[in-house]
């Protein structure tokens, strides 16, 4: 049973343009979302989080938008850049944040220059 | 600051044979955590321990051992190797609100 899901495996798109990437998740419990970004021979690094208390959380160029009555949250990126190439993952956890995480099965996101 | 060290990068083991996967964390975090990630999927959680001397199973546990004995260290214990647990594992330890990943070891069972 998936309770975090990220429908799309890959997206590409055009170097200073906006990239969003959605995650759903089943869980009512889930109170505290984050977003990690991996690349190749390297552990996923944080990125982002978002408590239920909101729907928005910015930092620079990324965005998380949370909707809770539809149970998805999106990642904005923009404009991107080559370097955001990598995969990208959600996680989903209960309690705010204070138990363990579950995630989904990643997106991976390439920037075209 | 080292954050999540994780021993060896990469490690090919035969059917049958047993190994250690080495993690240390200096972040004095009591919470840390074994994933797998297979190919095409996400992370799957192993074993996770709230502090020294306290662990308990994840989604997939079998096959595994874990001890705690000191907040710095998370073994994990693979005790008779099988072609299923070809995989990259990932330790993680946790401050509240995010979990802080080491670099991954590849292990190739064959």
């Known amino acids: 049973d998936q309770q975090v899901k990220q429908n799309s495996p890959s997206l590409s798109v055009q170097e200073g343009r906006i990239s969003i990437l959605n995650c759903d998740y089943t869980?009512?419990?889930?109170?505290?979302f984050l977003w990690y970004k991996k690349y190749p021979a390297e552990g996923p690094t944080f990125l982002i989080s978002?408590?239920?208390?909101?729907d928005k959380n910015e930092d620079g160029r990324f965005t998380v938008f949370l909707n809770k009555s539809a149970k998805h949250l999106s990642l904005h990126i923009v404009p991107s850049q080559p370097g955001d190439s990598a995969v990208y993952f959600c996680?989903?956890?209960?309690?705010?944040?204070?138990?363990?995480?579950?995630f989904g099965t990643g997106t991976r996101l390439t920037i075209i220059p | 600051n080292a954050g999540v060290t994780q021993t060896p990068k990469f490690r090919i083991l035969k059917i049958g044979q047993s190994m250690t996967l080495q993690c240390t964390q200096d972040?004095?975090?009591?919470?840390m955590y074994w994933y797998r990630q297979d190919p095409g999927m996400g992370l799957k959680l192993i074993y996770y321990?709230?502090?020294?001397?306290?662990?308990d199973k994840g989604e997939v546990p079998n096959g595994y051992n874990v001890s705690r004995s000191t907040t710095e260290d998370f073994p994990l214990r693979l005790e008779l190797a099988a072609p299923s647990q070809t995989s990259v594992y990932f330790c993680?330890?946790?401050?509240?609100?995010?979990?802080?990943f080491g670099p991954g070891t590849r292990l190739l069972v064959l």
């Open positions: 996680a989903a956890s209960g309690n705010f944040g204070n138990e363990k995480l579950t």
């Open positions: 972040m004095n975090h009591n919470y």
């Open positions: 993680a330890s946790s401050s509240p609100g995010t979990q802080y």
């Open positions: 978002i408590s239920s208390i909101k």
């Open positions: 321990s709230v502090g020294a001397g306290i662990t």
């Open positions: 869980n009512s419990m889930f109170d505290y």
